[in-house]
T-cell receptor, first 114, second 114 residues
């Protein structure tokens, strides 16, 4: 079955540090891949997505590249800010499938120190 | 600007009470979902709907029930609340999962049963 495995947290970094949160997936078909962010007390927001191999999703300084050969979709940011403190979820959905559900990873909590 | 609305945001209620968590969206999305989020952050799908008069149980067994009488409205009901129902409940909708559109989430309802 389909699954998403992401880096366990919590991750604590200093402001302006480089961020990587690892995400790998297992899928039987051709998934779309997503990163969602959840700020304290809120629902999830779509941060970025990629729908086919070698696509790069980007938003708010975050990037992730769809790597089919390594089944990965790692999230990166060059210089994090305190306001980036949140929980990050990697996720996938199968294209052209009747399943119509998104599979989420378990979430990675990120804390940024001033 | 929220296109999917959940009410109430916070609810504290006594054991044995009947409660309904409201979820409405203005985007005309056919597919809607309810997730339960535990304190460890993981998301568990408890109900989903592909359209009016369509409801299905999710991956996590739940004592709650749902209805979908109108496209825009997907309420969740607990007939008799218990402390084990204490959790964050997130509602989401989607236009085209198979096409990679992802979910739009509401802000969530944090339920506490005392």
């Amino acid at each position: 079955g389909n699954s998403v495995t992401q880096m366990e947290g919590p991750v604590t970094l200093s402001e302006e540090a480089f961020l990587t949160i690892n995400c790998t997936y297992t899928a039987t078909g051709y998934p779309s891949l997503f990163w969602y962010v959840q700020y304290p007390g809120e629902g999830l927001q779509l941060l970025l997505k990629a729908t086919k191999a070698d696509d790069k999703g980007s938003n708010k300084g975050f990037e992730a590249t769809y790597r089919k050969e390594t089944t990965s979709f790692h999230l990166e940011k060059g210089s994090v800010q305190v306001s980036d403190s949140a929980v990050y979820f990697c996720a996938l959905s199968e294209k052209y499938s009747s399943a119509s559900k998104i599979i989420f990873g378990s979430g990675t909590r990120l804390s940024i120190r001033p | 600007e929220a296109d999917i609305y959940q009410t109430p945001r916070y609810l504290v209620i006594g054991t044995g009470k009947k409660i309904t968590l409201e979820c409405s969206q203005t985007m005309g999305h056919d597919k809607m979902y309810w997730y339960q989020q535990d304190p460890g952050m993981e998301l568990h799908l408890i109900h989903y709907s592909y359209g009016v008069n369509s409801t299905e149980k999710g991956d996590l067994s739940s004592e709650s029930t749902v209805s979908r009488i109108r496209t825009e409205h997907f309420p969740l009901t607990l007939e008799s609340a218990r402390p084990s129902h204490t959790s964050q409940y997130l509602c989401a909708s989607s236009l085209d999962i198979g096409g990679g559109s992802g979910y739009t989430f509401g802000s969530g309802t944090r339920l506490t049963v005392v």
